[in-house]
Nanobody
Framework: VQLQASGGGLVQPGGSLNLSCAAS????????VGWFRQAPGKEREGVSCISSYERTTYYADSVKGRFTIPRDNTKNTVYLQMNSLKPEDTAVYYCATDFKSLCWVKEADVDSWGEGTQVTVSS
């Protein structure tokens, strides 16, 4: 059981990307979903999270005001809309759930991480 992130790419500073997180074999609707990222030589960090029923959203200070995390339960998908991208946003982005309803998703409780999707912000 894992989630698959997609939608990464190369974008110039100030640009936008929309990442998607899709689940196969189960419904995401009942669980909180988190986005994480890992830059070269750095530890993985939590970027954003959306809870299940209340759809409460949370953001790391470094992305507040620039990223949003909508979810579409009809498509069993959670997104990460990234605007005003900066070079320091460059990383591999992952989505995950610990099968609980509230944020933040605890990394230690994530059973499986997908491959992630590379985001590179560069001119």
């Amino acid at each position: 059981v894992q989630l698959q992130a997609s939608g990464g790419g190369l974008v110039q500073p100030g640009g936008s990307l929309n990442l998607s997180c899709a689940a196969s074999g189960f419904s995401l609707n009942y669980f909180a979903v988190g986005w994480f990222r890992q830059a070269p030589g750095k530890e993985r960090e939590g970027v954003s999270c959306i809870s299940s029923y209340e759809r409460t959203t949370y953001y790391a200070d470094s992305v507040k005001g620039r990223f949003t995390i909508p979810r579409d339960n009809t498509k069993n998908t959670v997104y990460l809309q990234m605007n005003s991208l900066k070079p320091e946003d460059t990383a591999v982005y992952y989505c995950a759930t610990d099968f609980k309803s509230l944020c933040w998703v605890k990394e230690a409780d994530v059973d499986s991480w997908g491959e992630g999707t590379q985001v590179t912000v560069s001119s």
